[in-house]
């Protein structure tokens, strides 16, 4: 079976057959028309994803998208969602679909910054652009098309299809005071926030989700990020690692990927491409508001029965932060002409962010506070 059919897994029904016509001794009768023969195609396609399969937030957004493409659609494209490590491991993803071994991934893009660092600004980097401002750089500031630019390079395109909002800095067996503390700390942390954490003397430790638990259990790591309250507590960080620090400025927020291989793209015709978008932009909003709503709860949950200790670096560390950061993320635009491009369109919509959150969001944040206090 080759790859084509293999992939689009075409299932045709037919109902209905001709009926002959009998004719008495004395009389003629006029053949009936042939009855309407009812036919349904059913396209299925394979997601394959960097999560654990049902996972809270991350591995249900891939599941909420899949429902609401094979709902849209009238089931004529039903798609199928494997988990990490079903059909191939969470870091392979990209490659199965730009192979053609699997149609579409759900996945964090900064996993593939191998590829290109251009990557990187369609999930997050440190001290980035926030969930809304990302979602407004793609949808509206240029970034989907230089997305599309950058990811039809490997025979795909993607979209967005989740956010997580602002992620918090980490779980850590020991207090971060001062930037020493930083030397020597084996962290999971990816993307080029991991890249920060290098130039600050520590070693950054690539590891899916499943994997990071055990990690910190043996002492293979000192501390790890992950996503923030609702996922980190599903996870029980907090048995190994009692210091939670806040906020992260690695991922500000942090955008998930639906990719599709591109040739599976191209073969499906304009209203069910509209489907998928459509489904991604319906999973990108419930994922926001999921997110947000559930770490509220789940950090209570955090202190008040578990006792986490929540912390935050320290003005001197967030200084040496922000200056390396700066640093790294501009290094990305040397790679390539594809990467100053993104990088170029990105600074610019981060410039003009900040200028309406200076205005918008922050004094309003710091003036509730001083109304509403504690």
Not at 132 to 141: A, D, F, L, Q, R
Not at 147 to 173: D, P, R, V
Not at 269 to 274: A, F, N
């Amino acid at each position: 079976m080759d790859r084509r059919t293999f992939l689009s897994g075409i299932t045709v029904m037919t109902a209905g057959a001709a009926t002959a016509c009998s004719q008495e001794s004395g009389r003629t009768g006029s053949a009936p028309a042939a009855p309407a023969i009812n036919r349904r195609q059913t396209r299925r396609l394979r997601m394959v994803t960097t999560w654990p399969t049902g996972f809270p937030g991350l591995g249900t957004a891939a599941e909420r998208i899949a429902q609401f493409v094979t709902k849209m659609s009238g089931g004529a494209l039903e798609v199928k969602v494997y988990g990490a490590g079903e059909i191939v491991g969470a870091f392979e993803v990209f490659d199965a679909v730009s192979n053609g071994v699997a149609d579409m991934y759900h996945a964090a893009e900064y996993y593939w910054q191998g590829r290109s660092p251009a990557f990187n600004f369609f999930c997050a980097v440190p001290l980035g652009m926030t969930a809304h401002e990302i979602i407004s750089w793609v949808e509206y500031g240029g970034g989907q098309e230089l997305w599309e630019n950058l990811s039809g390079q490997f025979g795909l395109i993607a979209f967005q299809a989740g956010n997580t909002g602002h992620q918090m800095g980490g779980w850590f067996k020991r207090e971060i005071n001062t930037l020493q503390d930083f030397r020597g700390l084996r962290m999971r942390i990816p993307g080029l926030g991991g890249a920060v954490l290098r130039e600050l003397g520590g070693a950054a430790v690539a590891l899916s989700g499943g994997e990071i638990y055990p990690s910190l259990q043996s002492g293979a790591i000192d501390a790890t990020e992950w996503v923030g309250p609702w996922n980190d507590l599903a996870f029980g960080f907090y048995r190994e690692a009692p210091y939670y620090y806040g906020p992260g400025f690695h991922e500000p927020g942090s955008a998930l990927a639906l990719g599709l291989n591109r040739e599976v793209w191209d073969s499906l015709p304009v209203d069910q491409q509209t489907i998928i978008r459509t489904a991604c932009r319906a999973a990108n909003n419930q994922s926001l508001a999921e997110f947000t709503y559930n770490n509220g709860l789940a950090l209570h949950t955090l202190i008040t029965d578990h006792g986490v200790q929540l912390r935050e670096f320290s003005p001197d560390i967030w200084c040496e932060i922000g200056r390396i950061s700066e640093t790294v993320v501009a290094d990305t635009a040397t790679a390539d002409p594809i990467s100053r491009a993104v990088f170029d369109s990105y600074r610019q919509t981060r410039r003009l962010g900040r200028d309406w959150a200076n205005v918008s969001e922050a004094p309003y944040y710091r003036n509730r506070e001083l109304v509403l206090g504690r």
